[in-house]
């Protein structure tokens, strides 16, 4: 029975670890885009004939999806690490891996629900 244990806290870590990773990966995409440093393209950014057609709309809808992006990511972050840290979550990580899956996709659906919102008032 202890290997049990060992294995479930050994894989709870392991999606601790993914998540986190996630949020960091986030975090670092987001922060050329808030800075303005991503030229319109075909595979990075808010990508949409509106943005493309016009600079000015790139660049402001970028910044704003880059700002709402890396909030997200430090909130997916420490909900990540929070979740973590309740045992009972810990030691079925089943419900670990859906509150955090519910968070992270929480957290983008709403950051895109903003961001198109956003885009309709350019």
């Known amino acids: 029975m202890p290997t049990l244990a060992i294995e479930v806290h050994n894989m ?5 670890l993914l998540f986190v990773g996630e949020s ?21 950014g808010v990508r949409t004939p509106k943005t493309l057609s ?3 709309v790139w660049y402001r809808s970028n910044a704003y999806g880059g700002r709402l992006l890396f909030r997200t990511s430090l909130v997916q972050l420490v909900a990540v690490v929070g979740l973590y840290c309740i045992p009972s979550l810990r030691a079925d990580f089943v419900a670990y891996n859906l509150a955090c899956g519910g968070v992270i996709l929480g957290g983008l659906l709403l950051a895109s629900l903003l961001l198109m919102r956003f885009m309709r008032s350019l």
Do not use: A, C, E, H
């Open 12 to 16: 709870s870590l392991w999606f601790l």
């Open 24 to 44: 960091v990966l986030l975090t670092g995409i987001s922060i050329p885009l808030m800075q303005g440093r991503v030229k319109p393209n075909s595979i990075y």
């Open 54 to 56: 016009d600079d000015s």
